[in-house]
């Protein structure tokens, strides 16, 4: 492969110039994290869909995962791909845009126009890399709470998000409690396991393995570690998916060829795919954006911050919850799910769970799942009824 | 299971649920295990304004109950009741579901750790038509409310009236209320004895507190 030069200079650099939203914070502003640092001045860019009512009371936050953006019902500027949550998103779905103002912003440290280490660092005038600060999820919700503070919003409807997405839920749950109305943390978990950790380490391993990475500083070099990200991504794409889903859809079959070629070729469907997989995803995404969002994942633990008890982490919360788990999903198994919902039981907290059933494996919540879709809608408007928000006839009473 | 998968007779099953409705004080906290459908919930968040939990082990029940705007877990009670803290309900209800337990005793053991009062509704084995039937063809007993074979019932810890009340007192249980229903519904203590029960109860409805 030869070396590419950086990004299309035809295509918009949507890390600096997003097509989104943007709310920016001044040096007035600053975003306190909670290794300590201080950052300023900084951006979040969001997408919105939807009106907000008039006691602003029909606002839903959905929060995205690791690689995922604020695109999540529109054609993704990036790909030109549609959004990654269209099937519960937009015009009578689930997450109604007639009925719900809906919100979704890029996660600090990302690379869709949010604040990360492909943003420019006003000290020095070039990309943050690794000079950026480790961020957590709580700095990715304190940082959510601020744009939401900016549109005038008290207290959302709901939260809602998957993997990543719901550590946010949880987190926005247990530290802005009174803000949160109700709250979806699906297929996720309160912390990271070390599986976990070790799978991302694998791929933090890959990209700096990578010479083209240049300890961070790829931008000015004007590289890009695609190799080491693809592998990156390659290796991680497998914990979303689950055996019996790869076994369906590529088995032993060969890619368009009737024999084995005794070479490393991708003789096997799965290799090409996965190669795919890994291609598509450099083109999209930023490594260091990946270093930085992984951590963040390892470094959650929800208990610790709540002295090593789950459920004080939510003592006294008056959301109403709907946790929700996938069968096959290894990634973020059921019982992790479970733990969340003890917990929530714990603390008497207003819990509904569900584990649906599917081989799909944790990507099972980015799918056309009827089940998630059902439960979903039912979720929403018994919650949007407890609201006083308004639910259509045709399903006004289930 | 939920009762009106255990009851054919959907009117029959309301009667049923009537009758636990009229058990629990209003405005109290109430998780009904084994929920089903939620209809008990429904019943008892409309009438007497409880604060209504539920556990369900089947999927499609619990997305009948999240519609329904129920807080209900998908969950085994056989395994899961551990995790509820002591004292946090008022009303612990195991509804037409004791005979599927794995541990009946260990699951009412955790009812009144968990609630103050346990309430449970039970069919009677001990029924006439169910003793004729085995005396008469020496099979296992299939009836109208219990139509399955031995060998695929999820029934798989039958008790008459009297197992359970010795049950619940070698538990150490105090039986605060009881009711036996008829084959119509209609509850047996208004023409009979206690002793009778047993015999013309088709089904059974305790409510225990611990001591």
Known sequence: MTRRQVADPDKRNEAIEPSSLVAHFGANEPLALESGEILAP??????????????????????????????????????????????????????DTDRFFIICANVLGSCLGTTGPASLDPATGKPYALHFPVVTIRDMVNAQAKLVDRLGIDTLFCVAGGSMGGMQVLEWAASHSS??????????????????????????????ADPDWHSGRYL???????????????????????EQALHRK??????????????????????????????????????????????????FDLAK??????????????????????????LFPTRDSRAIVHALNAAGASVSFVEIETDKGHDAFLLDMPELLETTRGFIDSAARARGLTVPARRAEP | MSPLEMHADAAYARVDLLNLVSMVEPGSRVLDVGCGDGSLLRL?????????????????????CVA???????????????????????????????????????????????????IVSFPNFGHWKIRLQLLTTGRMPVTKNLSYSWYETPNIHFCTINDFIALADEMGAVIEQASA???FGRPVEMTLPRRMWNLFGEQAVFVLSGQ
């Open chain 1, 179 to 208: 803000r949160v109305f109700s709250a979806m943390p699906i297929a996720t978990a309160a912390k990271h396991t070390a599986q976990n950790i070790a799978f991302h380490e694998v791929g933090r391993q890959a990209v700096m």
């Open chain 1, 305 to 330: 911050e709540h002295d090593g008890v789950l459920a004080r982490a939510f003592a006294g919360s008056k959301t109403r919850f709907c946790v929700v788990s996938f069968t096959s999903d290894w």
């Open chain 1, 42 to 95: 900084w951006a979040i860019a969001y997408q919105a869909y939807g009106a907000l009512n008039a006691d602003k009371s029909n606002a839903i936050l959905l929060c995205h995962a690791l690689t995922g953006d604020q695109h999540v019902a529109n054609t993704n500027p990036v790909t030109g791909k549609s959004g990654w949550w269209e099937t519960m998103v937009g015009s009578g779905k689930p997450y």
């Open chain 2, 68 to 118: 329904k705007g129920l807080s209900v877990i998908q969950g085994d009670a056989d395994t899961d009741l551990v995790y509820y803290p002591d004292g946090s309900f008022d009303y612990v209800i195991l509804s037409q579901t004791l005979q599927a337990m794995r541990q009946p005793r260990l699951v009412m053991e955790h009812m009144l750790r968990i609630g103050r009062r346990a």
């Open chain 2, 181 to 183: 229903l008829d084959r």
């Open chain 2, 44 to 64: 008892l968040a409309e009438k007497r304004g409880v604060d209504a939990r539920g556990i369900e082990l089947s999927q499609s029940g619990v997305n009948l």
């Open chain 1, 250 to 299: 590529f088995g032993r079959n060969l890619q368009e060829r009737a024999a084995p070629t005794f070479s490393f070729d991708a003789d096997f469907e799965v290799e090409s795919y996965l190669r795919y997989q890994g291609r598509a995803f450099v083109e999209r995404f930023d490594a260091n954006s990946y270093l930085f969002l992984t951590r963040a994942m390892d470094y």
């Open chain 1, 220 to 242: 000015d070099e004007g590289t890009r570690p695609e190799k080491g990200l693809a592998v990156a991504r390659m290796a991680a794409h497998i914990t979303y998916l689950s």
